[in-house]
T-cell receptor, first 115, second 113 residues
Framework: ETGVTQTPRHLVMGMTNKKSLKCEQH?????MYWYKQSAKKPLELMFV???????ENNSVPSRFSPECPNSSHLFLHLHTLQPEDSALYLC??????????????FGPGTRLTVT | DQQVKQNSPSLSVQEGRISILNCDYT??????FLWYKKYPAEGPTFLIS?????DKNEDGRFTVFLNKSAKHLSLHIVPSQPGDSAVYFC????????????FGAGTTVTVRA
């Protein structure tokens, strides 16, 4: 595997379910991000981790819970979601958090549908 | 409050012609700008960037122009090719310690053969 991978690619869940999204980066990067992209809207930053430490929680509801067990893996745990949470969830990584390159490398995303 | 705006949701251009994508921003603290390209079922990929100390950056068929006084940047693709058909996102960040990227909503480019 190369780059940034995400699983599953598609997920349908009911409002009472609990599920997790997984992201893995194979680039040796130190920072990882979760974004949400709703239809026809800009990407919204949700969470940022640097060296496994959360540095940003962008006013995200508590029904979204991130976890970063090491610098290569990032999870997004989901529970009691709402239909308006249906969106494309993108994971990204960058060499470092700030300074130097701003280039973020994105995974293919998980298309989430909440029924 | 959307700080980066791409006012044209779509653009159709004939193969071989120029594609011009526009992006406006409101935050005067932004000093680094990027364009990302996204194909269906794939994540966005970095295309080209420009620092606020420049007004132009060129990479092959892609050129980004920055007009700081107008808070406007544009991406030119010359000549356009069918493989350029994708969604293009403009993004901006401010300061060397600002890791947050503010994205526009994207412009879908369709290159006609």
């Amino acid at each position: 595997e190369t780059g940034v991978t995400q699983t599953p690619r598609h997920l349908v869940m009911g409002m009472t379910n609990k599920k997790s999204l997984k992201c893995e980066q194979h680039l040796g990067h130190n920072a990882m991000y979760w974004y949400k992209q709703s239809a026809k809207k800009p990407l919204e930053l949700m969470f940022v981790y640097s060296l496994e430490e959360r540095v940003e929680n962008n006013s995200v509801p508590s029904r979204f819970s991130p976890e970063c067990p090491n610098s290569s893996h990032l999870f997004l745990h989901l529970h009691t979601l709402q239909p308006e949470d249906s969106a494309l969830y993108l994971c990204a990584s960058s060499q470092n958090l700030a300074g130097g390159s701003y280039e973020q490398y994105f995974g293919p995303g998980t298309r989430l549908t909440v029924t | 409050d959307q700080q980066v705006k791409q006012n044209s949701p779509s653009l159709s251009v004939q193969e071989g012609r120029i594609s011009i994508l526009n992006c406006d921003y409101t935050n005067s603290m932004f000093d680094y700008f990027l364009w990302y390209k996204k194909y269906p079922a794939e994540g966005p990929t970095f295309l080209i960037s420009i620092s606020s100390i420049k007004d132009k950056n060129e990479d092959g068929r892609f050129t980004v122009f920055l007009n700081k006084s107008a808070k406007h940047l544009s991406l030119h693709i010359v000549p356009s090719q069918p493989g350029d058909s994708a969604v293009y996102f403009c993004a901006a960040s401010g300061g060397s310690n600002d890791y947050k990227l503010s994205f526009g909503a994207g412009t879908t480019v369709t290159v006609r053969a």
